[in-house]
């Protein structure tokens, strides 16, 4: 098994709805390393550009209103299969749809305000992870 980092968000939703330090909590309980983490309230230009790959779809405007409508936390995890393994611990997309036990079937309101981001695949981590921690060094 490859070591992986994959990128984590704790959304809007989450943050100001006091659920940070449980979230926080299933992903220290599954074993993730947090290689570096912060809180930040994104821009509207800024969560336009994290989402860039969504620009055409319907809900692209809405979604960026609400990435950028309170704080989140950012956060680095490695781990074997990190990408797939964060994934699986959110659950699908839409919280009604998500398996019992997820965070996003736990803790999420809505198919836009589902609590928490995981990058979707090696390329996109790289992505998303240099987004938010340009030239850092992360060790
Ligand atoms: P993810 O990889 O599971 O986060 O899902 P996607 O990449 O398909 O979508 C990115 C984010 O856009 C999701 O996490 C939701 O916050 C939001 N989103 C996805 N589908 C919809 C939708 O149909 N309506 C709205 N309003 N938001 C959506």
């Not at 980092?5 to 100001?16: E, F, M, N, Q």
Request: proline share 4%; charged share 20%; aromatic share 8%.
């Amino acid at each position: 098994m490859v070591i992986e980092r994959t990128l984590a968000i704790i959304k809007p939703d989450a943050v100001g709805g006091g659920v940070s330090g449980e979230i926080l909590a299933r992903i220290h309980k599954a074993g993730f390393r947090i290689v570096a983490i912060k809180s930040l309230r994104l821009t509207k230009a800024e969560a336009e550009g994290f989402y860039a790959v969504h620009r055409s779809r319907p809900f692209f405007a809405d979604l960026t209103t609400f990435m950028s409508s309170g704080k989140v936390v950012v956060m680095v995890l490695e781990a074997e299969n990190a990408i797939a393994r964060w994934r699986d611990i959110m659950g699908a997309t839409d919280p009604a749809k998500a398996a019992p036990g997820t965070i996003r079937r736990e803790f999420g309101s809505s198919i836009q305000n589902n609590c928490t981001h995981g990058s979707d695949a090696p390329d996109t981590a790289t992505f998303e992870i240099g987004y938010f921690f340009p030239g850092v060094d992360l060790i």
